[in-house]
């Protein structure tokens, strides 16, 4: 159910002060009217949106005392159909993304980050993968480790992802869990990522790296 009416725009003082992460301004402005966080932007953002995904990185207070009363927005879909996880996955800030992995788990007493697509059919984790955040990724999996199992639109899991870019801790990590895919598009696995893109980044020749764990052997 969308909380937002269909006309409903972001106060500008609030986007303002999102952007320059202005956290006093912002608390002025939500001291006088709480229902100024309230509102979407041209791309259908939330506020929640906005404060996951900037280069500013929020203290777990400041995280509760503004969003705490406001956790319907980590639900909310952009234009991209992006939820506020996966802008915080994507730009790497672990207290927003464990904050709303809390908060998420909070709902309803289950978690179904995996359910979270966006229009490319990629998950937060895909995210992460893709943007080397290793440390997210862990959370992310602890959270809930179906993540592993989802291919995006592209045919690519976020294991082939983390291959693709070089990132051998990430792979190695994802690979801990049964549940990991490592299917890449045109019938491509991880292994041909290691090999055909990064070579370099992998400490030991990626054949002897990936083909030591039996879910990319086979």
Same mark, same amino acid.
């Given at each position: ?23 006093? %301004?912002?608390?002025?402005?939500? +001291? ?10 041209? +791309? ?16 777990? /207070? ?91 639109? +592209? ?23 049964? %549940? ?25 020749? /990626?054949?002897?790296?990936?083909? %030591? ?6």
């Amino acid at each position: 159910m969308d909380p937002y009416g269909p006309d409903e725009t972001m106060d500008p003082r609030i986007y303002r002060a999102l952007k320059k992460a202005d956290i006093f %301004s912002l608390k002025m402005l939500l +001291q006088e009217n709480p229902s100024r966080l309230h509102g979407l932007t041209a +791309q259908k953002n939330t506020a929640l949106h906005i404060a996951a995904g900037l280069d500013y990185n929020w203290s777990v /207070p400041e995280i509760h005392q503004i969003f705490d009363s406001h956790l319907y927005f980590q639900f909310v879909a952009n234009k991209r159909g992006e939820t506020p996880l996966h802008c915080a996955a994507r730009a790497g800030k672990i207290f927003m993304v464990n904050f709303l992995i809390g908060s998420a788990r909070k709902s309803d007493g289950q978690i179904h980050l995996h359910e979270m697509k966006n229009e490319r059919g990629d998950t937060p984790l895909h995210e992460a993968a893709r943007n080397g955040h290793l440390r997210i990724a862990y959370e992310l999996m602890k959270a809930d480790e179906a993540l592993g199992e989802e291919i995006n639109n +592209q045919g690519e899991s976020a294991v082939f992802l983390a291959a693709e870019r070089g990132a051998e801790e990430i792979v190695r990590m994802l690979l801990q869990f049964p %549940s990991s895919a490592v299917e890449g598009p045109k019938r491509q696995t991880a292994l041909h990522a290691a090999v055909c893109r990064n070579y370099g980044n992998f400490n030991r020749s /990626p054949c002897t790296f990936i083909k %030591s764990n039996i879910l990319l052997a086979n």
